[in-house]
């Protein structure tokens, strides 16, 4: 008799076995028996399935993909926790950042990172049981993935496994033979087996108490139903999984240490330079966001006298500072840091300290001590992002003419705002016809975060000009904050307009592109443009209404915002060209419409209605943030002037913004999805009268 003839008998063995052994007390199990017909097409799922997956040095290099299968839109996983090794919860964290950022533009499962205490380096049979506890009642199966997740199988076992049958047995393609515990070879004839490998799927209810083996789980799944599980494949030939024979009861190890070659893209080593603990308290947040994101973190206090130990930032982040052990005056500080840096066995991609501490070189970060406790929003900064940081110059510009009071307000605001070191020069533009209040205020006005230069023109030119020649850009590296004077800022706009801009022009590759034009500072409640007049707004809404993952993320609107926000050089040099070209009417008539059915068409002294145009022919967007209740970094107090006649309280009620406080920096990451700004293909887009379109570029 071949043995293909005594596997067949075996099979028909063990079901009848089962058969009989279920007719007690209750009746005979009945559900599971439509996996022997390799005919069978697996019934839709029905009942929730988690995922637990084992993470390890090794399997670093697939974790991406397999945790990509877990949550694309073909998976029925429902939840999934990702467990690992305590030494690689950085590296961990970052591959689940970027795949779920990757993957942003579907709904998605819930992901958790679980570590596993102490020193140990491999994940076993026993962990990866203890962890799907952790998913309780909330699911009804469970998928068990060692490191090698999905990998080496085929498309049509592979969605057997992420939409599972509603089987009561465990299921999976990999396992061992009932009776000599020898491997089973793939096949896509369902086969019984005493246990079974990862990967496969397996009722909750089996996992309340499974031992700490496979082979041990199988023996229990045996004590209830005769056989410890159920084996089919299709069309995966790798057998290499099979290996010597497993003996029942001793854990089964899933990964051990081996050397880890992968390179996770854009990690860098990042030195903090404090000089006491005092201080590198404040800025702990920043750093453990850092750490947490898989950046490597070195700390020096170089004027502490407390012996080497650790900060703590959170349960979750501790960090090790190293410490001069003495008190040093400036030069010698100096020379003790450049000293111990010498020691470091690689060079610092990005040195952070406070700006007390005398330059030596142009890559240090040097930031305000007052600054620190805002600064956790740099945390979410890539390894580009930061090693461009002294790249972008932001350039603030005041438009006013003769409203002293509202002009006051801006300032103080600008004044209170923090700037994180950066360098950011002012220009104060004024009318012909400002008035004296408004002229004197500007001469006694003092900045501190660069230069402040005064300009008046000696003829009115009215608004379209005094907006539009207010700034230009020298470089492809300027860009120019535009304020008129009934404009106030939270003390945080700073912080978003960089991480915005860091991101979006300085960072990876397939998130810059030459169709953003700004950076919104402030928050749309109303939709203007529509001929039936001015429409409320709101993005979240919207976006959750139309199924987006996140309805609380940024999004792109064609809209230019004149209440508060960033234009970028290269656009704003061709909305100058087009602007005269316009103005000169060398090719059309200034009353002709470019754009149809807008109520900017009617804007006859407003640079917005040309703006639009250069928008609308050229399919540019702008980026607006979209925080709770409409909380801003800029609010417009609607004041009369050029375009307001009067002040209702409905008007003022439909455009004032709450600004986001200093209190409430910790909102500026965690309302944005998965904590940091989406990628570029992940943000909605907006045409000019508020509705969704799709990606054009």
Same mark, same amino acid.
């Given at each position: 008799?071949?043995?293909? *003839? ?99 533009? *579907?709904?998605?499962?819930? !992901? ?13 049979? %026993? ?12 699911? #009804? $199966? ?6 090698? %997740? ?7 076992? $592979? ?21 000599? *515990? ?139 500072? #190293?410490?001069?052990?003495?008190? *040093? ?12 840096? %010498? ?49 972008? $110059? ?179 040099? #061709? ?15 200034? %009353? ?64 004032? $913004?709450?600004?986001? #406080? ?6 500026? !990451? ?25 990606? !054009?570029?």
């Amino acid at each position: 008799m071949s043995l293909e *003839h005594r596997r067949v008998l075996l099979a028909f063995f063990l079901f009848a076995l089962y058969i009989f052994y279920s007719r007690g007390d209750k009746p005979p199990e009945t559900d599971w028996t439509h996996i022997l017909d390799e005919t069978q097409v697996a019934r839709p799922h029905t009942a929730s399935l988690g995922a637990v997956l084992a993470a390890t040095r090794s399997s670093l290099p697939i974790l991406k993909d397999t945790l990509a299968s877990l949550i694309g839109p073909s998976s029925c996983v429902t939840k999934v926790l990702v467990i690992c090794p305590e030494s690689l919860v950085a590296q961990t964290r970052v591959v689940i950042q970027q795949t779920v950022r990757d993957q942003s533009n *579907h709904q998605q499962p819930d !992901v958790a990172l679980h570590p596993i205490p102490g020193s140990r380096s491999t994940v076993s049979a %026993g962990d990866l049981f203890k962890a799907s506890a952790r998913l309780g009642t909330e699911v #009804e $199966r469970v998928l068990l993935l060692d490191g090698e %997740g999905l990998d080496g199988l085929s498309r049509r076992t $592979r969605d057997m496994l992420l939409c599972p049958t509603a089987t009561k047995l465990p299921l999976g393609p990999r396992g061992f033979d009932a009776s000599n *515990h020898s491997c089973v070879a793939p096949s896509v004839n369902a086969q019984v087996a005493a246990y079974l490998l990862p990967p496969f799927t397996v009722p909750a209810t089996l996992l309340q108490d499974p031992g700490e083996s496979w082979a041990a789980m199988g023996d229990l799944v045996s004590q209830k139903y005769s056989v410890g599980g159920i084996i089919q494949s299709f069309g995966d030939e790798d057998t290499n999984y099979c290996g010597p024979p497993v003996q029942t009861q001793q854990p089964q190890v899933l990964d051990t240490q081996t050397t880890f070659d992968a390179i996770v893209d854009d990690l860098g080593l990042f030195v903090f330079l404090f000089p006491t603990l005092d201080v590198l308290q404040d800025a702990l947040p920043m750093a453990c966001a850092l750490h947490e994101a898989g950046h490597e973190i070195r700390i020096l206090l170089y004027s502490d006298t407390r012996p080497a130990s650790a900060a703590r930032g959170s349960s979750r982040c501790q960090l090790q500072y #190293e410490s001069l052990r003495k008190k *040093h005056d400036d030069a010698r500080a100096l020379s003790a840091i450049q000293e111990w840096l %010498g020691e470091q066995d690689r060079k610092a991609d990005v040195l952070v300290t406070l700006d007390e501490l005398p330059k030596w070189t142009s890559a240090v970060i040097r930031l305000p001590r007052q600054d620190l406790a805002y600064a956790q929003w740099m945390g979410t900064l890539s390894l580009r992002e930061w090693l461009h940081w002294n790249t972008p $110059r932001i350039d603030i510009s005041v438009i006013t003419q003769d409203r002293p009071q509202s002009l006051r307000r801006l300032l103080s605001s600008l004044t209170g705002a923090r700037y994180f070191g950066d360098t950011v020069n002012m220009r104060l533009n004024m009318e012909q016809s400002s008035d004296r209040d408004t002229m004197e205020m500007l001469g006694k006005y003092t900045w501190n975060h660069g230069s402040v230069s005064a300009h008046r023109r000696v003829v009115h030119a009215g608004l379209i000009t005094a907006v539009v020649e207010s700034w230009y850009p020298h470089s492809n590296d300027d860009y120019g904050l535009l304020l008129e004077d009934d404009v106030e800022l939270s003390p945080l706009f700073y912080a978003w307009v960089k991480m915005t801009i860091l991101r979006y022009r300085y960072g990876q590759e397939r998130d810059r592109t030459k169709s953003l034009f700004g950076i919104s500072l402030y928050q749309l409640k109303n939709t203007e443009l529509r001929l039936q007049g001015r429409q409320q707004f709101d993005p979240r809404k919207l976006f959750a209404e139309n199924h987006f993952p996140h309805p609380s993320t940024p999004y792109l609107s064609q809209v230019p915002c004149s209440w508060g926000a960033v234009y970028f050089p290269e656009h704003w040099r #061709e909305f100058h060209d087009y602007l005269a070209e316009r103005l000169s009417q060398s090719r059309m008539r200034i %009353g002709e419409n470019v754009v149809a059915d807008v109520r900017s068409n009617n804007w006859s002294r407003s640079w917005k209605k040309f703006f639009i145009e250069l928008v609308h022919l050229r399919g540019y967007v702008m980026l607006y943030p979209n925080y709770a209740d409409f909380a801003s970094f800029s609010t417009n107090h609607l004041e009369v002037g050029s375009h307001v006649k009067e002040r209702s309280r409905d008007k003022q009620k439909a455009f004032r $913004r709450p600004l986001l #406080e200093l209190r409430e920096v910790r909102r500026l !990451v965690d309302e944005l999805p998965a904590r940091t700004l989406p990628g570029w293909r992940a943000l909605p887009v907006l045409n000019l009268t508020g509705y969704l379109v799709a990606h !054009v570029f």
